[in-house]
């Protein structure tokens, strides 16, 4: 250890590592010292690479290298001093806070990525924390830094980083990943700082905001051809459903694109895609989803699910509540009966089946519209797999009913499940 410093407690590490805190005896500013344990050849490699892509970027949101020595053990380098990291301090409260650390963490990522360095362990265990204004990401020890001048030491067919943030390609050849890799795990610290939740703790991307769910699910595609190309390419696209949110703009430009669809004989692919984003932005607003869908040509209908069937998935959903939470006049349940058996015969999904079937059921026999009984009993014929059958069950126990209107021959065809609930619900009338 140089004398200006003198080492003290240790403070973290693990694997080849170890962290101690440690005093600059000049201004008694602390640090934090990182030093390698671990001495083998391949894990001198990679401290190596790590000090050296440390210290070739210069980021307010990159740890900063303030000394190291590499030429021989021990190997150590020292940093400024952290409280902890994200993993162990949980995620900043509020909606604000969470954008502005992670457009940190992104920002940081893509000064990386431009200064030729791809990190590949990105994760909350791996941003370390001071402040909602101080944060760094550090633990570059499995970096590829893209240098002519610099040895690679990745082989074809290495395998590394961490289950649940690093990309798929990076356990089948680490050697191959780029700057998409990086992006997938970003998608996943957005999960986490919307959640609190790693993956394997059951973080769903479906209880995000509909704006962040949209950016998480194309940044964590399988195909690294389907996520965002760039950082600065899912910053600005999260930016502007941001900005769709805030401004409370998404339900008028969605309702807005339903109108240019009644009257367009042929909708634009970009209109279709844009309606799909708008619908997960509007996934809170259940009154928007309903008044879209109930008027939506089965053409775009179909399309939309080719593009997007979790943004359909979201609408069916949406409207399902709404129309179960008040009362409607006869015509306009026909048109709820009309909408769910659009949904249910245009996709062939089962879980749209299943809540199609289920919503039309319960406004018919809510409001004694027997025109609407008779699209319900179609639906409820469709619901032939478990999967459509248990969707339906779930929506039907959710409202407290049962489709006590169906004969005792209809009901001997439905499926198991439902049988059971309408067994255990009600007597079935002849």
């Keep these: 250890m140089p004398e200006d410093f003198q080492i003290g407690d240790r403070i973290g590490g693990g694997g ?39 210290s070739r970027l210069n980021h307010p949101h990159i740890v900063q290298v303030i000394h190291q020595s590499l030429s021989g053990a021990p190997y150590f380098y020292v940093m400024p001093r952290y409280k902890g990291s994200m993993a162990e301090f949980g995620v900043p409260s509020g909606k604000e806070n969470i954008a502005k650390v992670f457009r940190g963490i992104c ?17 909350p265990h791996n941003v370390l924390v001071n402040s909602i204004d101080d944060f760094v990401v550090s633990d570059f020890g499995f970096c590829r830094i893209d240098d002519p001048n610099i040895t690679r030491y990745t082989r074809t067919g290495d395998q590394m980083g961490t289950q649940g943030y690093s990309a798929p390609e990076q356990f089948i050849d680490a050697k191959k990943c ?10 996943r610290i957005l999960l986490f700082l919307h959640t609190g939740l790693n993956v394997h703790q059951g973080a769903d991307v479906n209880t995000v905001p509909g704006h962040a769910a949209l950016v998480i699910t194309r940044a964590t595609q399988t195909d690294p051809t389907r996520r965002y190309q760039t950082v600065s390419e899912m910053t600005q ?34 209109d279709i895609k844009r309606t799909a984003e708008l619908i997960r932005v509007c996934r809170d607003n259940s009154d928007t989803l309903h008044d879209f869908m109930i008027d939506l040509r089965e053409d775009v209908f179909h399309r939309l699910y080719a593009i997007d069937p979790d943004a359909i998935r979201i609408l069916v959903t949406g409207f399902s509540e709404h129309s179960l939470s008040r009362g409607w006049s006869f015509g306009y349940t026909d048109k709820i009966g009309s909408a769910c058996h659009r949904a249910a015969v245009t996709t062939l999904d089962e879980n749209i089946t299943g809540i199609a079937a289920a919503t039309a059921a319960i406004v018919a026999q809510s409001h004694n519209r027997f025109a609407v009984m008779d699209i319900a009993r179609d639906l409820l014929g ?28 209809e009901f001997e065809r439905l499926h198991p499940a439902l049988m059971t609930l309408v067994h255990q619900g009600s007597e079935v009338q002849g």
């Design 16 to 54: 080849f590592g170890e962290v101690h805190e440690c005093v600059r005896l000049s201004d008694g500013i602390i640090f934090a010292r990182k030093t390698l344990v671990d001495n083998s050849e391949e894990t001198v490699r990679s401290f190596t690479s790590e000090v050296k892509a440390l």
């Design 107 to 123: 920002e940081a990522i893509d000064y990386a990525h431009r200064s030729g360095v791809i990190h590949r362990d990105l994760k």
């Design 237 to 270: 696209h999260l930016k502007h459903l941001e900005t769709i949110a805030i401004e409370h703009g998404a339900p008028g430009q969605l309702l807005e694109l339903l109108e240019i669809f009644k009257v367009s004989g042929n909708a634009q692919v970009q």
């Design 382 to 409: 469709r619901c032939r797999t478990n999967r459509s059958a248990l969707a339906a069950v779930s929506v039907f126990n959710k409202w407290g009913c049962t489709p006590d209107f169906l004969s005792v021959t």
């Design 178 to 187: 780029d700057a998409r890799s990086d992006i997938f795990a970003l998608g």
